[in-house]
C-alpha cells in the first residue's frame, strides 16, 4: 500500500475560511456515546447570521463508523466482538469509515448554519486551520492531502509525510430553509496506532467490509513533533489547555483565509 | 401523484466535486414514508448529507444505493398517500 503523492501543505487547500467562536471548553465525557450524541446535535438553534461555534470533547474507547458500514453483513457479529473487547461501536451520521476514538485522542467539531449554497470546502479548511494552529504551538507541521491507506482516508487528512494524525468529514441536515453543518476532526494525539489500526481491521473482518488499513500510515501528534520528548499524558494536557485558552474568544484564523 | 425526491441543485458545488453517491437509503422500495422523515444519505468528499422526504406516500428509488448522482438530480419518488 502506498500513501497518495498528493499530500501537501495546507496552503495547498487554501481558500476562504470563516471566524469561529467558542462555546463549551474541552469537554470529558463518560461514554463516546454521550459525546458523539452531543456532538451531532450541538448547534441546533443556530441560525444563518450567527457566528460559527466550536466544540471540543473526549470519552473512553469506542469505535465510530459510518451508516454504510451499519449495513455491512456483520456489523452485528462485529459490534458484539468488539464490545466484549472493551470497543463500543457507535454510528455516526458525518461521513467516512470507521474511526476509533479514545482516551488518546481528541474531537473537535464546528457547527454553522447556512442560508445559500453549500459549500463544503469552507468548513473542511476552517477546522484543518484551527487544528493547524493548535497544533504549531507545539511543534507540529501539519500538511493535509488523503492517506489513503490509513483508516478513514480522506482529502482533508492531517498528518506528517504519508501518516496521518487526524482526520475531518461532515455532516449536513436540512432545518427548515437552512442547513446545519458539522463538520468533525478527530486528532490521535498519543496512542497505540497499531491497536487503533488493528480494532479497525477487526472491525471490517467481522463485518464482511472490504476495507482494511495500514499502521504504516497513521501516527499520532507526540510522535509527529518535533524537539525534546514530553512525558506520558503531557501533551494531551496541553492541547486541552491550548484550545480552551484560543476558542474562547472569537478567533479569525488568517492562516486558511 | 408522485412527488419527485430531487437533491437541491446547489446542494454542493459542482464545479469543485462534480459527482457524489447514493451512500444509503434508509427504506425500502414502497416503504411508507413520512414527509421530513430523512429518506437516504447523499455522500461527497466525505461530507454526508441527508435528503429528506418531501411528502408522504410510498417511496420509489429512482437510483440505487452506490449511484452517481449530481446536483439536481432526481434519486426517487414518493406516490402520495
Not at chain 1, 456532538?39 to 441546533?44: C, I, P, R, S
Not at chain 1, 493535509?144 to 482533508?156: D, I, K, L, N, V
Not at chain 2, 453517491?21 to 425500502?28: C, D, E, R
Request: with cysteine.
Amino acid at each position: 500500500m502506498e500513501a497518495s503523492p498528493a499530500v501537501a501543505g495546507l496552503a495547498a487547500v487554501a481558500g476562504k475560511a470563516f471566524p469561529t467562536s467558542f462555546s463549551t471548553g474541552v469537554r470529558t465525557f463518560s461514554t463516546a456515546q454521550a459525546g458523539l450524541e452531543r456532538q451531532e446535535w450541538f448547534g441546533e438553534d443556530l441560525t444563518p447570521d450567527d457566528t460559527p461555534i466550536l466544540m471540543a470533547w473526549q470519552a473512553p474507547r469506542a469505535l465510530i463508523v459510518g451508516r454504510s458500514d451499519a449495513r455491512l453483513p456483520g456489523f452485528a457479529r462485529a459490534t458484539e466482538e468488539l464490545a466484549a473487547e472493551g470497543w463500543p461501536v457507535l454510528v455516526r451520521r458525518s461521513g467516512g469509515s470507521a474511526c476509533p476514538v479514545s482516551p488518546g485522542t481528541l474531537q473537535i467539531a464546528l457547527v454553522r448554519a447556512s442560508a445559500g449554497q453549500g459549500e463544503i470546502e469552507a468548513g473542511y479548511r476552517t477546522l484543518a486551520s484551527v487544528i493547524e494552529t493548535l497544533l504549531s504551538g507545539v511543534n507540529v507541521l501539519c500538511e493535509a492531502g488523503e492517506r489513503p491507506s490509513a483508516f478513514c482516508p480522506g482529502r482533508y487528512d492531517l498528518g506528517v509525510g504519508p501518516r496521518k494524525f487526524a482526520g475531518l468529514s461532515q455532516h449536513w441536515r436540512s432545518r427548515g430553509s437552512a442547513i446545519v453543518i458539522s463538520t468533525a476532526a478527530s486528532v490521535i494525539v498519543e496512542d497505540d496506532v497499531e491497536e487503533l489500526c488493528h480494532v479497525v481491521n477487526f472491525f471490517y473482518e467481522k463485518a464482511n467490509g472490504q476495507r482494511r488499513c495500514s499502521s504504516a500510515f497513521v501516527t499520532d501528534v507526540k510522535r509527529a513533533r518535533s524537539g525534546s520528548p514530553l512525558p506520558g499524558g503531557i501533551l494531551t494536557t496541553i492541547l486541552r489547555t491550548r484550545l480552551s485558552d484560543t476558542t474562547r474568544k472569537p478567533q479569525a484564523f488568517s492562516g486558511a483565509g | 401523484m408522485a412527488t419527485e425526491i430531487a437533491l437541491p441543485p446547489d446542494l454542493w458545488d459542482a464545479a469543485a466535486n462534480p459527482e457524489g453517491i447514493v451512500a444509503n437509503w434508509f427504506f425500502t422500495e414502497g416503504a411508507g414514508v413520512r414527509k421530513g422523515a430523512t429518506v437516504a444519505e447523499i455522500m461527497v468528499e466525505k461530507t454526508s448529507f441527508d435528503i429528506a422526504a418531501p411528502a408522504d406516500g410510498h417511496l420509489h428509488i429512482v437510483v440505487g444505493k452506490d449511484g452517481v448522482v449530481k446536483p439536481g438530480a432526481v434519486i426517487g419518488t414518493v406516490d402520495g398517500g
